[in-house]
T-cell receptor, first 114, second 111 residues
């Protein structure tokens, strides 16, 4: 157990639907990062939050949004889902704003859009 | 723009031999590099890192080499063990910014 909890582990939904992925960071970690891993792709950075504030944005689609709550858990909302959104979505956390001590990853949510 | 590239999608080695995984980057502002290992159905786990002020960092069977002039880093695993079979991701950051990952290399260590 890495200390980063992601729910649900698996999600199957239809095109056009909306889903919410949840992440609880490791205790004491203020930064949360969301990454997407599609088939045969590396980990694509989506967005970072630090202590409730958006810190950095990557290639996140406008149909996707995220937030970090006062208790530091984060949610990634994916709407108007398309087949191409099927992927593994990872959440990671780190102690401070940067990654120089490494991220701790959750085990991911596998999203399948049918 | 893929700033971190792992050109070998897969690598197969015999148990006991050396595994060498390679990574190239294009952004000269990267100053910290990390390797992560990922088993199926698990998230990536941190393996080893190196600062740009160094050219080598060793941790047990794992050594990372950095060649800044070539913008190239490599991970050496000696000796390789079947339990090392996993996907290895190279990652880089610029002054503590978020990590940029490569595509990953699937390492298979055959008994």
């Amino acid at each position: 157990d890495s200390g980063v909890t992601q729910t649900p582990k698996h999600l199957i939904t239809a095109t056009g639907q909306r889903v919410t992925l949840r992440c609880s960071p490791r205790s004491g970690d203020l930064s949360v990062y969301w990454y997407q891993q599609s088939l045969d792709q590396g980990l694509q950075f989506l967005i970072q939050y630090y202590n409730g504030e958006e810190r950095a944005k990557g290639n996140i689609l406008e149909r996707f949004s995220a937030q970090q709550f006062p208790d530091l858990h984060s949610e990634l909302n994916l709407s108007s889902l398309e087949l191409g959104d099927s992927a593994l979505y990872f959440c990671a956390s780190s102690q401070v704003g940067g990654p120089n001590y490494g991220y701790t990853f959750g085990s991911g949510t596998r999203l399948t859009v049918v | 723009d893929q700033q971190v590239k792992q050109n070998s999608p897969s690598l197969s080695v015999q148990e006991g031999r050396i595994s060498i995984l390679n990574c190239d980057y294009t952004n000269s502002m990267f100053d910290y590099f990390l390797w992560y290992k990922k088993y199926p159905a698990e998230g990536p786990t941190f393996l080893i890192s190196i600062s740009s002020i160094k050219d080598k960092n060793e941790d047990g069977r794992f050594t990372v080499f950095l060649n800044k002039s070539a913008k190239h880093l490599s991970l050496h695993i000696v000796p390789s063990q079947p339990g090392d079979s996993a996907v290895y991701f190279c990652a880089a950051s610029n002054s503590g910014s978020r990590l940029t990952f490569g595509e990953g290399t699937q390492l298979t260590v055959n008994p």
